[in-house]
């Protein structure tokens, strides 16, 4: 795929602005995760990016320690990182799932009845800020040092599969003289698209399981007495095992519908890129909005595996700065 320079420069500069801002609105919600670690340091590797390319673009031809750079430099960027953004999304998501999955979910701050609570993994600063526990900041200090090495260990590893690895990059660039070079050949990942493919199925997979379990119980022919008469047969333990999983569907109905609300208009896009299968080089699909759309898929489904924290905890309103999560907890289940 064949990119105007001037053009790739105009996006990539447009796409760091997007992303910082969206750090800094997001500050809040993304402090402590992973995800929100990541995000930061996207932003500083997309800047830097920028701004070196932005710099050899508008030089031309100049020498720097030694190293004489052209346009064609700018290509060759181009390209590394492509290569390096196409490697990282599916570490990334696994780093950040398992992030996610394995942070205790903190309990319900003392905050007024319409203030939404942050979401519930990982240590933020409003709970630091609340509980000022000195054991709970030593814990969250080591979160994110976990998270900043985590982070830090990704783009080395991305550097070395890119030049050492068994697919390394080999750069294709154009013979012609810098001075009269106008497009570059982008590198095209197909990792985001896999991504996106899966978490569409993942969605319409358990939406219709819902669908089907919903309507199972609405249609079931049984009377009350001939309920009440295998209730009393089945096991103790059989039966708070199905009461549990009935609870487990609502969270997952409600947490993917308020997802598929929240970033509808992004889910249409996604699917018209997958559609019309329309090339995005890799180097701008991997971005903060992106990241921040996977992180609410995420917490979506962690919500369902932290179903007997929350319940315990009366946890009833989480956020990620997008999504907004308003649960109720019955006897039997939670809407």
């Known amino acids: 795929m064949d990119l105007s320079i001037p053009?790739?420069?105009?996006?990539?500069?447009?796409?760091?602005?997007?992303?910082?801002?969206?750090?800094?609105?997001?500050?809040?919600?993304?402090?402590?995760t992973f995800m929100g670690t990541f995000c930061v340091s996207l932003a500083l590797v997309d800047s830097l990016f920028a701004a070196t390319t932005i710099a050899i673009y508008g030089?031309?031809?100049?020498?720097?320690?030694?190293?004489?750079?052209?346009q064609h430099h700018v290509c060759l960027l181009a390209q590394v990182m492509g290569c390096m953004y196409s490697t990282l999304h599916w570490p990334v998501l696994f780093?950040?799932?398992?992030?996610?999955?394995?942070?205790?979910?903190?309990?319900?701050?003392?905050?007024?009845?319409?203030?939404?609570?942050?979401?519930?993994?990982?240590?933020?600063?409003?709970?630091?800020?609340v509980t000022g526990n000195g054991k709970g900041k030593g814990r969250a200090g080591d979160w994110r040092l976990g998270h900043v090495a985590c982070a830090g260990m990704?783009?080395?590893?991305?550097?070395?599969y890119v030049f050492l690895g068994p697919g390394a990059l080999q750069p294709a660039l154009d013979d012609s003289p810098h001075l009269l070079l106008g497009s570059c050949k982008a590198h095209n990942g197909t990792a985001h698209s896999l991504i996106a493919i899966g978490l569409l199925v993942t969605v319409a997979c358990v939406t219709l399981y819902g669908k089907l379990m919903q309507g199972g119980h609405a249609d079931s022919a049984y009377s009350v007495e001939e309920k009440d008469s295998k209730r009393s047969a089945r096991p103790l333990r059989q039966r708070f095992r199905h009461r549990g999983e009935h609870s487990r569907i609502g969270i997952v109905g409600h947490a993917l519908t308020v997802f598929t609300k929240t970033w509808a208009a992004f889910l249409i896009l996604v699917v018209a890129v997958l559609v019309f299968r329309t090339d995005v080089p890799s180097h701008l699909?991997?971005?903060?909005?992106?990241?921040?759309?996977?992180?609410?898929?995420?917490?979506?489904?962690?919500?369902?595996?932290?179903?007997?924290?929350?319940?315990?905890?009366?946890?009833?309103?989480?956020?990620?700065?997008?999504?907004?999560?308003?649960?109720?907890?019955?006897?039997?289940?939670?809407?």
């Open 285 to 335: 699909a991997m971005n903060v909005l992106w990241l921040c759309f996977l992180n609410s898929f995420l917490i979506s489904v962690c919500l369902c595996a932290h179903y007997r924290h929350l319940k315990a905890n009366k946890i009833s309103k989480l956020t990620d700065g997008f999504c907004q999560w308003e649960l109720t907890f019955a006897e039997g289940g939670a809407t």
């Open 59 to 70: 030089l031309q031809d100049f020498m720097l320690l030694g190293v004489r750079l052209t």
């Open 154 to 160: 990704l783009w080395a590893s991305s550097v070395v």
């Open 95 to 129: 780093a950040a799932a398992l992030d996610h999955l394995t942070s205790p979910p903190p309990p319900p701050l003392q905050l007024p009845p319409s203030a939404l609570l942050p979401a519930p993994l990982g240590p933020t600063v409003g709970q630091e800020r």
């Open 7 to 32: 053009f790739l420069l105009l996006y990539q500069g447009v796409m760091s602005l997007l992303n910082w801002s969206l750090v800094l609105v997001q500050r809040a919600h993304l402090a402590g």
